[in-house]
Each structure stands twice: as C-alpha cells, then as structure tokens.
C-alpha cells in the first residue's frame, strides 16, 4: 500500500461503518494493478481482487488452490 492515504486501520473501521450503514456498496473486481487504481480514482467504495484471475497470475488452476496469505501478498504487490 505505497500510495495509500489511509492507514490499514483507518481502512478497516471505515469498511465495518459502511457495512453497518445498510446502503449497497460497489465493489468492482480487479484484473491487474492498472484496474485497480482507475476504480479507486473513480470513487467506488472498494476493489475486490478475483479469485480466477488471481489463479491465473500465478499458473495454478481455479480450484482453491491460493492461500489467504497470497491473495492479501498478491494485493499489496499490485500497489507497489
């Protein structure tokens, strides 16, 4: 999270008040690095990371395969 503006912390109350505010969020999935930051700048609520292209990043199959260590490795690779 090089860029960041927000701590991870700030980020993780800010998602639990807006879960708990009962208004639908947009959650756009990301298939690269470039994706993600054009979502972040336009203003949605947040970028999930998929799981079949994740797989696919890394040469394994779409079958569960991706640790969550990998996934939340992979994310923070993306913004560097």
Known sequence: ML?????????RAQLKKFLGSGKLLRFPGAMNPLTA???EKK???GVYIS???LAADLGLPD??????SEVAGRGNKWRE
Do not use: Q
Not at 3 to 11: C, G, Y
């Open 37 to 39: 930051m054009m979502i």
């Open 51 to 53: 799981g079949a292209v």
């Open 43 to 45: 203003g949605f609520d």
């Open 63 to 68: 079958i569960g395969l991706t640790t969550l």
């Open 3 to 11: 860029f960041a503006k927000k701590t991870a912390a700030e980020k």
